[in-house]
């Protein structure tokens, strides 16, 4: 992962330096911007790798910068990990619901972030344009996926996905039927070593579903268990 450029999005100096160096240490590439509209501009410019991004900021919240990039082709898969206190909990919600891939709480260690970042950074080189050609495209419904070009189509419209719900959907289709618990749904959208909880697979299926519109009803939850791609052609509404 050395060489990866990583942008810090934080308004405390102190974290952010600290961070910086940590970073630096593991041969990453760290610039830092101090509020939201900076790491806006920083982004848009020339787009990281990924993106530690601090929830409560001046000028432009974390969510808001979220809902930014999300909304613009050209940054809607920069991957973002969240830094967040445990009291802004609701806002964590808000922040994956926008589109932010992972969170971390204030105060963590070193080594869950550093662990956190590798593990993004892995995901988005499996789904990005490193990966072998595969020409084939992933159909189901009025689904389209180009894997290889991260473009997901709905009745031939594109759709803007985080990395996660590009990879979550990806795993749906390609399940051709197959219930996918959620534990197999957090391997495979988030990487393996990711820690996150069933609530945040749920938040981002929810989140993947508004995307899909008509095309929703083709991520079927099995209550208790997952989720699987349904066969939903006869029940067209
Ligand atoms: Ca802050």
């Not at 990966?131 to 389209?144: D, N, S």
């Not at 719900?165 to 391997?187: C, H, M, P, S, W």
């Not at 929810?206 to 099995?222: D, W």
């Amino acid at each position: 992962m050395a060489g990866k450029r990583i942008l810090i999005v934080e308004d405390e100096r102190d974290i952010a330096d600290l961070v910086a160096m940590r970073l630096k240490r593991e041969k990453y590439d760290v610039e830092i911007a101090g509020d939201g509209l900076e790491g806006l501009r920083k982004i848009r410019s020339s787009p990281p790798d990924l993106v530690l991004l601090d929830l409560m900021l001046p000028k432009m919240s974390g969510v808001e910068v979220t809902a930014e990039l999300r909304k613009d082709p050209s940054t809607a898969d920069v991957p973002i990990l969240m830094l967040t206190a445990k009291s802004e909990e609701s806002d964590i919600v808000v922040g994956l619901h926008v589109g932010a891939d992972d969170y971390v709480t204030k105060p963590f260690s070193m080594s869950v972030l550093l662990a956190r970042i590798a593990a993004l950074l892995r995901r988005s080189e499996t789904t990005g344009k490193d990966r072998p050609k595969r020409e084939e495209l992933l159909h189901a419904g009025p689904i389209t996926i180009d894997e290889q070009r991260h473009h997901v189509n709905v009745d031939g419209k594109p759709i803007q996905l985080t990395l996660t719900e590009f990879r979550l959907l990806v795993a749906v289709v390609t399940g051709k039927g197959r219930v996918l618990t959620r534990d197999q749904l957090i391997n495979k959208g988030m990487g393996v070593d990711a820690v996150v909880t069933d609530r945040t697979i749920d938040v981002h299926v929810t989140s993947l579903r508004r995307k899909l519109g008509s095309a929703r009803k083709y991520v079927e939850t099995v209550r208790g268990v997952g989720y699987r791609l349904a066969s939903v052609d006869h029940e067209e509404s």
